[in-house]
Structures are given as structure tokens and as C-alpha cells.
T-cell receptor, first 113, second 115 residues
């Protein structure tokens, strides 16, 4: 069966520090991968999605970047965090092309102080 | 670009009663998928129900059913016999047909179930 792992679960980082959140999927190949952010009182904002290794689409220009160094690995990064980067970050994957819905990781609560 | 609108930031229902959550969307596509996701306090996103746009029959999953009105671009979720465990944020989502297309979410509706 397929599983998605996202870590860390919680993170407190000072302003200006770097960020690296990692997401891996097991039990499937060539998944579509997504990073979403959920700010307090808001819905889910799509940040990045990837349909293959090295293929990253950015939805919102901002202080973050994403990379997909391996087929089932998706990394969200920042060189210097801002206070506005605080939020709940969700990684998701979607099988392609037979399925339609996305499956989510447990999320990372990031607090920038 | 496709957009999804949930006009009810919060809703409440009495246990065992029925509640309907609203969702509208905007698209120029004819083939797409619609979803309702549930996010309980644990923050884990859970798929509740899915509807294919080419299907006229409304999807049903146990106590959860949808009212899909393609012409009106409306996709409401009905929860029957509400249970305390149904309390959560509910998100409506849209996806174009095609394996590489992304999910677009509404801002969510917070459902409270009163005992």
C-alpha cells in the first residue's frame, strides 16, 4: 500500500534562518507531488506541484522554493524565513493517471519567531 | 483559472440532524472532478467524497451525499444523522481531468456538531 511521510511535525525557527521540509511517498512510482500551505483561518494555498523529477511548478512567487531530487521525494526550502512564512504545511501526492484525488501527509506546523 | 468558493465560514448542527455545506466553482472546462475533504482537529486531510463531472448521478458515501448541479456549477455536501466525530473543517476542491492537474481548494467551512 502507498504511504506518505512528512517531517518534522512541528518546527520553530527564528526569522532569517533556513528551512527544509521533507516529504516522501512509498509504494508508488512517478506520483504527482504537491506542497500546500494553510495559514490560520484560511484555506489551502497551493505553493508548488511536480509531475516528475526536476519538474517544479510554482503557483505563488514568494520566499520559498521546492525541489524533487528523487521520484518520490519532495522538499520545501527557504534560505531565509520570514514571519509571514508561519503556517501549516501539507505535502500531498496523487497517483497518475488512473486516480483523481490527492492523499495528504500529516503536515508540519511551522512557527517563525 | 479555476476558483472554488465556500460561502459559509462556519456552520453548526445538532447531533443526529442533517446539515448541508455549500460550494460553487468557476471553470470553463467540461470534464473535471470535485471533492469534499474533511480536516479534523488532528489536521489530517481525509477524502470524504468524490464526484466526476461526466456522471449525472450524485455521489453517496454512507451518511455523506452531494448535490451536483453542473449547469449552476454548484457542489453541496449533505451530512445526514450528524455525529460528534463529524466536527471538522470541510474543504471543497476541484481538479481538471488529466493526471497532472492540480487540486484547487475553497477556503473551508468549519462545522460544529452540538450534542
Amino acid at each position: 500500500s502507498q504511504t506518505i511521510h512528512q517531517w518534522p511535525a512541528t518546527l520553530v525557527q527564528p526569522v532569517g534562518s533556513p528551512l527544509s521540509l521533507e516529504c516522501t511517498v512509498e509504494g508508488t512510482s512517478n506520483p504527482n507531488l504537491y506542497w500546500y500551505r494553510q495559514a490560520a483561518g484560511r484555506g489551502l494555498q497551493l505553493l508548488f506541484y511536480s509531475v516528475g523529477i526536476g519538474q517544479i511548478s510554482s503557483e505563488v512567487p514568494q520566499n520559498l522554493s521546492a525541489s524533487r531530487p528523487q521520484d518520490r521525494q519532495f522538499i520545501l526550502s527557504s534560505k531565509k524565513l520570514l514571519l509571514s512564512d508561519s503556517g501549516f504545511y501539507l505535502c500531498a501526492w496523487s497517483p497518475d493517471p488512473l486516480y483523481t484525488e490527492a492523499f495528504f501527509g500529516q503536515g508540519t506546523r511551522l512557527t517563525v519567531v | 483559472a479555476q476558483t472554488v468558493t465556500q460561502s459559509q465560514p462556519e456552520m453548526s448542527v445538532q447531533e443526529a440532524e442533517t446539515v448541508t455545506l455549500s460550494c460553487t466553482y468557476d471553470t470553463s472546462e467540461s470534464d473535471y472532478y470535485l471533492f469534499w475533504y474533511k480536516q479534523p482537529p488532528s489536521r489530517q486531510m481525509i477524502l470524504v467524497i468524490r464526484q466526476e463531472a461526466y456522471k449525472q448521478q450524485n455521489a453517496t458515501e454512507n451518511r455523506f451525499s452531494v448535490n451536483f448541479q453542473k449547469a449552476a456549477k454548484s457542489f453541496s455536501l449533505k451530512i445526514s444523522d450528524s455525529q460528534l466525530g463529524d466536527a471538522a473543517m470541510y474543504f471543497c476542491a476541484y481538479r481538471n481531468q488529466g493526471g497532472s492537474e492540480k487540486l484547487v481548494f475553497g477556503k473551508g467551512t468549519k462545522l460544529t456538531v452540538n450534542p
